[in-house]
């Protein structure tokens, strides 16, 4: 199945237009688990505790999203 990473940051939204062929869920969460951290470390504090990466399936639902800000203690500091 084909996932889309949606970037959502306040009134900005960057669209996925490509899109990843993964197996199932649990690779798109890890896949984004990987691409938030990517995005933190390119463009450390750029993202709002708001800022959220959304995963979409290729049949337009919404299978989760989350946090691209690190929370506050989460980063083990």
């Given at each position: 199945?084909?996932?889309?990473?949606?970037?959502?940051?306040?009134?900005?939204?960057?669209s996925?237009?490509?899109?990843a062929?993964l197996?199932d869920?649990?690779?798109a969460?890890?896949e984004?688990?990987?691409?938030?951290?990517e995005?933190?470390a390119?463009?450390?504090g750029?993202?709002?505790?708001?800022?959220?990466?959304?995963?979409i399936?290729e049949?337009?639902?919404?299978?989760?999203?989350?946090?691209?800000?690190?929370?506050?203690?989460?980063?083990?500091?």
């Amino acid at each position: 199945m084909r996932y889309y990473f949606n970037v959502i940051d306040g009134q900005v939204e960057i669209s996925d237009s490509e899109g990843a062929d993964l197996p199932d869920a649990q690779a798109a969460h890890k896949e984004a688990f990987a691409l938030a951290s990517e995005l933190r470390a390119e463009f450390p504090g750029q993202f709002q505790p708001h800022s959220v990466l959304e995963v979409i399936s290729e049949t337009g639902q919404r299978v989760f999203a989350l946090p691209i800000a690190m929370p506050s203690g989460a980063d083990g500091k």
